[in-house]
């Protein structure tokens, strides 16, 4: 592309320099340039190199020629943004408000090429009878590691070295006696390899039910009339949406195009990738926060160029460069991790809306419990709906029992588990069947109080509480700080102060008096601190090595144990307090999703929901798996409020080491829209509520204040975010120490 200047986005994200600088093309460089290259040019007073994007070129100077720097090279090695990767950036600033350079940072797969590593491979030696054979002498011997490793060489004609030590959790002790006794052989491969390698010939296809080939039709009969819409695929748990969604995949590439499927991270487990993998074979790439940024270019690369068709992997899959793209499937899509935590704090659902209407593709939203956002569209026809109301093979769904713990206060029962949640427990391991137990809180302790006076020990950096960590520290989760144990009050000098003491510890420590001969595995925040926890435990159950599996919601989202025939729900309730007005629908989707790990096998389930709320409909609804009806009385709830979807909301946030000037700006802002809300009467004007101190109102000595702005018209909230950004620009000097930060349709509190 031609021109004799070339604008250019920096690559430094401050919101000083979010804005594109003009610099002259040299000689050297005309028509070798084009939107998207990375480029290196002198920047500031004393002409730094740095490294920035090409966003345009034009032969429209803005300043005299003398005054213009020019581009100094191209960075070798570095990925060219493509037009559309550029455009996409520009509407995420736009529309969720950023710098601009983190939003090409977000939609830009990598920065550079990383040097590729040597991987190994492992193939399997002996043939599928001796295979099998030896899993039985493996189980005969209780050789749990080896016999996963042989199950998991079904159909597979390798499997990479870090995915067996990883996620496999075999040590390298029993893969080399496994070499010497000639079942397996280790070869390095200098080129990455997709980490699973699948024998085309084992490939599998599921025959559907009648109700699951129906919602095929209808997809593939849109397709092949060029509808491309966005469908919304509510199926209860254990429905088989995974095998309707490949089949989706199929009629996709048969057309010559290719797909995105998006999962959770925290669900993005080896068995999960598993199936899509001897479905759809070398065809299919994955990518994970496990992989390093090598890896993850060499997945990108691979997508350019055409070697794979369907990338799987969690939100930023949505980027992968593909040039025929034709289907985005976002599995669980009901979950909170599809909203980014940096900036730009954006949603996959409402991007993959954008990208698959830039790209002409077909999106799927799939959920047992969808966001009332997406059930809201489904309902006015913004999406197309299918639905699955049966369980795959004619399982059934668990039995669901509530238990209300204040009756059991009230008869005697102090103890964290209900009467019957102990028996069910009792009969399932004198079963040798599998349970699983879900707290929604992390760790041994919450807060620390004094039950004399009432003293609450807090960080004093930051306005939360400490939580007690084992018996000797308290620590802060936002800043890091730690102090030892408290052993007397502070205030009054009282010995009675301690921990509130309800975390997956204790259960854990309760259960191993209970039921001194089970097996225990517990997967919190604690016990998942390096990249391979998470796995191990997983494989580990699903070996059925544990008995029981304690944890946090990380243990319900999408796993399928075939052997948990009992799950138990303990304090169901302590996410209805939650101080947001989405505490409900998180509540409902965890206990309906946690339920629903229950009875997956051949075996039937039951779930034991406890709770100090059982009248709630949250609760109510979920233990009948009943969605629609919770979903009526959300939304009720919801319109009567004005909150998303029905209205939606910006979450303005305000942060600041001075706090005098923190709170000019934010009186400030929140005077000039109320102006404008003044104007607009009788034009439906905004509501702005604030401004306020944040629910944490200082981290790290940083204040924080807040803003909320509602309307039903999401442009006039982007209308009311320009509107900040420009006040913030024209008074820059005055309120030079305080940072703004977007949220539209917040999904967790500040």
């Known amino acids: 592309m031609e021109g004799k200047y070339a604008n250019i986005c920096v690559d430094i994200s401050h919101e000083k320099v979010d804005r594109p600088f003009q610099y002259k093309i040299p000689e050297k460089l005309q028509g070798k340039l084009e939107p998207g290259m990375q480029v290196l040019i002198p920047f500031g007073r ?34 060219s943004a493509e037009g559309r990767s550029i455009a996409l950036a520009s509407w995420m600033r736009a529309n969720y408000g950023s710098t601009l350079i983190a939003a090409l940072k977000t939609v830009l797969p990598v920065k550079e090429q990383v040097k590729q590593t040597t991987l190994r491979e492992i193939y399997l030696n002996v043939s599928e009878d001796e295979r099998k054979e030896l899993i039985k002498e493996a189980e005969r011997k209780h050789h749990v590691a080896k016999q996963r490793l042989l199950e998991a060489f079904a159909g597979v004609e390798a499997l990479s070295y870090g995915f067996v030590t990883m996620q496999l959790g075999v040590s390298a002790k029993t893969l080399q006696a496994m070499e010497k006794q000639g079942i397996l052989r280790i070869e390095s491969q200098t080129l990455y390899r997709n980490p699973v390698k699948v024998d085309e010939n084992m490939q599998t296809k599921i025959q559907l039910s009648e109700k699951q080939q129906e919602i095929v039709d209808a997809f593939c009969d849109d397709y092949k009339n060029n509808l491309r819409k966005t469908y919304l695929l509510h199926g209860i748990t254990g429905s088989g949406k995974t095998e309707v969604y490949m089949e989706m995949i199929a009629a996709v590439i048969a057309e010559g195009k290719e797909a995105i499927v998006l999962i959770p991270e925290i669900a993005l487990t080896y068995q999960t990738v598993l199936r899509f993998y001897r479905r759809f074979g070398d065809r299919i790439s994955v990518i994970h926060s496990k992989l390093s940024k090598g890896e993850r270019f060499d997945q990108f690369e691979r997508a350019k160029r055409g070697e794979i068709q369907v990338m799987i992997g969690p939100r930023s899959a949505l980027f992968t460069p593909f040039n025929n793209l034709g289907l985005i499937i976002i599995d669980e899509e009901h979950e909170g991790s599809y909203k980014s935590d940096g900036m730009p704090k954006y949603h996959a659902r409402e991007t993959a809306e954008y990208v698959a209407l830039q790209r002409g593709a077909s999106l799927v939203l799939g959920s047992a419990t969808p966001s009332v956002t997406a059930y809201y569209k489904a309902q006015k026809g913004q999406y197309g709906f299918f639905r699955l109301q049966d369980r795959f093979g004619g399982r059934q769904l668990p039995t669901v029992h509530t238990v209300d713990l204040r009756e059991e206060l009230h008869q005697g029962n102090r103890s964290m588990f209900s009467r019957l949640l102990y028996e069910k427990m009792k009969e399932r391991l004198e079963k040798k069947e599998q349970i699983m137990l879900f707290l929604n809180r992390r760790g041994y302790a919450g807060f620390v109080t004094c039950r004399s006076c009432g003293y609450v020990a807090k960080c004093p950096h930051c306005d939360v509480s400490l939580t007690e960590h084992g018996k000797n520290k308290l620590v802060c989760h936002y800043c890091g700080y730690e102090t030892p144990a408290l052993r007397l009050c502070p205030e009054c000098g009282s010995k009675y102060i301690a921990g509130f003491k309800v975390g997956t510890e204790q259960v854990e420590e309760r259960i191993k008096v209970m039921f001194p001969a089970a097996k225990v595995l517990r997967m919190d925040g604690d016990t998942t601190k390096r990249k391979d926890d998470y796995e191990k435990i997983l494989s580990a159950f699903a070996g059925e090595e544990a008995d029981i599996l304690i944890g946090t919601q990380m243990i319900v989202k999408g796993h399928d144990f075939p052997g948990v025939t009992l799950v138990g729900v303990l304090a169901a309730d302590l996410s209805l307090s939650a101080g947001d007005y989405r505490a409900a629908e998180r509540t409902f989707q965890l206990l309906t ?93 905004w509501s702005v509520i604030g401004p306020a101190d944040a629910v944490i109102g200082r981290i790290s000595d940083s204040y924080r204040k807040m803003i909320y702005i509602r309307h039903g018209d999401y442009s006039r909230l982007v209308e009311a975010k320009d509107m900040i950004e420009s006040m913030m620009e024209e008074k820059k000097k005055e309120y030079a120490r305080c940072t703004v930060y977007f949220d539209f349709d917040p999904m967790s509190g500040y």
């Open 46 to 79: 004393g002409n730094k190199q740095i490294k920035g994007f090409v966003l345009e070129l034009t032969d429209d100077s803005q300043y005299p020629d003398e005054l213009c720097k020019e581009i100094v090279d191209v960075v070798e090695g570095g990925i």
């Open 593 to 685: 999703q946690a339920v629903g790990r229950a009875g997956r096998g051949k075996s039937p389930g039951e779930a034991v929901i406890q709770t100090y709320r059982p009248e709630h409909y949250a609760i109510v609804h979920a233990a009948d798996q009943d969605y629609e009806g919770f979903y009526e009385e959300e939304i009720a709830y919801r319109e009567v409020c004005g909150y998303p979807p029905v209205k939606h909301m910006l979450a303005v946030l305000l942060t600041s080491e001075n706090e005098s000037q923190l709170t000019e700006a934010v009186n400030e802002i929140a005077g000039r829209l109320r102006d404008k809300a003044m104007e607009d009467i009788g034009a439906d004007p």
